[in-house]
């Protein structure tokens, strides 16, 4: 059950990757109405290079321990480290493109919202210019009918003692 048991299970924790990403490419190729211009192809583009990342890592994790085995066994740690690396190159590359496709095609063939009508929020202009200040007796008001300085101190009354 060792290496039977340990394949198991790498392909049970991939699998609802793998499916996933087959369902995206299934329901990009078959929704031409409802993906905008170039939103589609990198859609189809982006998950066809996560699909293929993770095929590359299945296939990886299931040759490693035969790779080992066969490696390090004969001498041969410093070709199993190159294998490795380039492996894990292309996986550090191809993730990160993968991945920028599809949130390019989220973005892609999006059109700016419409400006709003009738003004901001639906409320018309106010009727009066807010820069001019209104009539008003007190000279320090401000044009929304408050004032900058604090209010004005009681007077204050001396007792005598």
Do not use: C, H, K
Request: net charge positive; glycine share 12%; aromatic share 6%.
């Amino acid at each position: 059950m060792g290496m039977f048991g340990y394949r198991f299970m790498q392909l049970v924790g991939v699998l609802p990757t793998l499916l996933l990403l087959l369902v995206a490419l299934v329901l990009a190729g078959t929704a031409r109405r409802r993906l905008p211009g170039r939103a589609r192809p990198l859609l189809l583009a982006g998950a066809t290079v996560l699909l293929l990342m993770e095929l590359v890592s299945v296939v990886w994790l299931l040759a490693l321990p035969d790779l080992v085995r066969s490696r390090v066994g004969s001498g041969g740690l410093r070709q199993f480290e190159l294998l490795n690396l380039t492996v894990s190159a292309v996986q550090w590359i191809g993730y990160p493109i993968g991945l920028g496709m599809i949130v390019a095609a989220v973005f892609a063939g999006r059109a700016a919202p419409p400006a709003p009508v009738g003004g901001w929020g639906g409320w018309p202009p106010p009727a009066t210019d807010p820069g001019t200040a209104p009539a008003a007796a007190d000279p320090t008001a401000t044009p929304w009918g408050g004032s900058d300085r604090p209010p004005v101190a009681p007077q204050q009354v001396t007792r005598p003692d």
